[in-house]
């Protein structure tokens, strides 16, 4: 093996141990997405999640979820939209919002 190869495995072995600590830290958030949506819908036989749009200002974050629901009673599933804002790794607000609305998660500009 020559030196680069070692040296090429060495740095993605210590990649794979050690995560960047450059992150920012919110917690899962695939857990508390996961959550949300098992709250919002108690009744539903299956459902899944699709991040559409997230913003980052320090430890905040709003996600842009869309959530596909199947109800014990309904052979279609239903499509919800929500915004979700995650305070240090906690959900701490969200808002139902339509499926065809043209929300961006941008920062809000400064006058």
Known sequence: MTQVTRLILS??????????QTMADTGDIGTIIESFVTKQFPDATNHFWV????????????????????????????????LLLIVAGNLTASQSIPMDAATECTQEQQA
């Open 51 to 82: 991040v559409n749009e997230t913003q980052w200002d320090g430890d905040e974050m709003v996600v842009d979820v869309a959530a596909i629901i199947t109800d014990r009673r309904q052979t279609e599933p239903t499509a919800s939209r929500f």
């Open 11 to 20: 740095v993605g072995l210590a990649i794979a141990l050690f995560p960047a």
